[in-house]
């Protein structure tokens, strides 16, 4: 499975962007997808998940903002990020399950077998 993250750059605070992350392999609609980010200095952590069932989660300052969906006959999953803010600001990964197996654990990094090689979001004040 080989993931392309794509849609980051540079916007004002209040803006909004789509991140789009293309997965390879003919099973997608069964993959459990995720997109995570890391600031400088910082660990990676969870930003929102999306179950093959559709089933979606979200880390709690993301709430209300932050919209994951997906498009299986695209092969692709999309995270709308709006009303953007200087704390968003990361490179942000998308991530893929393809066993769709551990939605349980769809906040851990571990729970994730392939990973896109990340679009950096940055927001200015």
């Known amino acids: 499975v080989q993931l392309q993250a794509s849609g980051g750059g540079l916007v004002q605070a209040g803006d909004s962007l789509r991140l789009s992350c293309a997965a390879s392999g003919r099973t997608f609609s069964s993959y459990d997808m995720g997109w995570f980010c890391q600031a400088p200095g910082k660990e990676r952590e969870f930003v929102a998940a999306i179950a093959w069932t559709g089933s979606t989660d979200y880390r709690n300052s993301v709430k209300g903002r932050f919209t994951i969906s997906r498009d299986n006959a695209k092969n692709t999953v999309y995270l709308q990020m709006n009303s953007l803010k200087p704390e968003d600001t990361a490179v942000y990964y998308c991530?893929?399950?393809?066993?769709?197996?551990?939605?349980?654990?769809?906040?851990?990094?571990?729970?994730?077998?392939?990973w896109g090689q990340g679009t950096l979001v940055t927001v200015s004040s």
């Open positions: 991530a893929a399950d393809p066993n769709g197996s551990r939605w349980y654990l769809r906040t851990r990094l571990t729970s994730y077998d392939y």
